[in-house]
């Protein structure tokens, strides 16, 4: 099974920015759809943007569209959080999953993922 090793994170300023990555640890990485969810203190885990096993499709929570993007890269097998505009209640640990390939459409529900990443925290002071 693939395992995720998620990175990136850190100590920014509001509306500054930062790039998570999730590095995948097999070739086997192209098979799965990737999302990025983040968990905040004393509240639960929340779906932030997922994207389809070719990169051709994505979608976000309504709380970061416009401000952060969902890439991939197959070559690498690497997932990426661009994050633009970071406001302080964008605080959390930030984590990456994967999914079967015809279970993208669902990944924001965090039903049926098949592996998670451990997280990195990203702290936005304000």
């Known amino acids: 099974q693939v395992q995720l090793v998620g990175s990136g994170g850190g100590l920014v300023q509001a509306g500054g920015s930062l790039r998570l990555s999730c590095a995948a640890s097999e070739r086997t990485f192209s098979s799965y759809a990737m999302g990025w969810f983040r968990q905040a203190p004393g509240k639960e885990r929340e779906f932030v943007a997922a994207i389809s096993w070719s990169g051709f499709a994505t979608y976000y929570a309504d709380s970061v569209k416009g401000r952060f993007t969902i890439s991939r890269d197959n070559a690498k097998n690497t997932a990426y959080l661009q994050m633009n505009s970071l406001k302080p209640e964008d605080t959390a640990v930030y984590y990456c999953?994967?999914?079967?390939?015809?279970?993208?459409?669902?990944?924001?529900?965090?039903?049926?993922?098949?592996?998670w990443g451990q997280g990195t925290l990203v702290t936005v002071s304000s």
């Open positions: 999953a994967a999914a079967l390939r015809e279970r993208f459409r669902t990944i924001a529900t965090m039903e049926n993922l098949e592996v």
